[in-house]
């Protein structure tokens, strides 16, 4: 039985929310490429980048092939904890390069987890509305956004290195 109009609606909604956050992704790493230092930090930013221009153009292709509208929309891509009280602070503090580096380089690892759930979520969904082959293709997604998440974890040390390398022996 093929899914009810309201399910269709609802999936195609989630695809193009998903189809906006991989168009300003796509922005977002090649900033995010130009501003870290490390070489191979630089290099897995952008060839995730040209993994993100996949994932878009394969969201695009699957609203398309749905009869439905791809959203032309970019979405804003923000910190991961919303500033109050704490988060001025922390401004203040991150008038320093290498804390606003660090800060960001979480902000990163938040993003891929998140979109690895996402993908995880998206894949269910297909799976449960009949369309195998879309849960595929995110589930291969799904696999790239966990290795990236995977990198920037690995990769972690380096940055907090970068912003407090360590002092000589303290007394
Ligand atoms: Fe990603």
Request: aromatic content about 4%; overall charge negative; proline content about 5%.
């Amino acid at each position: 039985m093929p899914p009810s109009t309201t399910d269709l609606d609802r999936y195609v909604m989630h695809l193009n929310h998903a189809l906006a956050m991989e168009a300003a992704l796509v922005d977002h790493l090649e900033k995010r490429a130009a501003a870290v230092h490390q070489p191979e930090l630089k290099q897995r930013l952008l060839a995730h980048r040209d993994e993100s221009v996949q994932h878009r153009n394969a969201l695009h292709d699957i609203v398309t092939s749905l009869r439905a509208e791809p959203t032309t929309a970019a979405a804003s891509v923000q910190p991961p904890v919303a500033t109050g009280l704490a988060g001025r602070v922390l401004a203040a503090l991150q008038s320093e390069a290498e804390d606003r580096l660090l800060d960001d380089s979480l902000a990163d690892y938040a993003l891929e987890q998140y979109e690895a759930a996402l993908y995880g979520a998206l894949t269910q969904i297909a799976r449960n509305l009949g369309y195998g082959a879309h849960a595929g293709r995110f589930e291969a997604i799904r696999q790239q956004e966990r290795a990236m998440a995977e990198f920037l974890a690995t990769h972690q040390p380096a940055i907090v290195r970068e912003a407090f390398p360590p002092e000589a022996q303290a007394a």
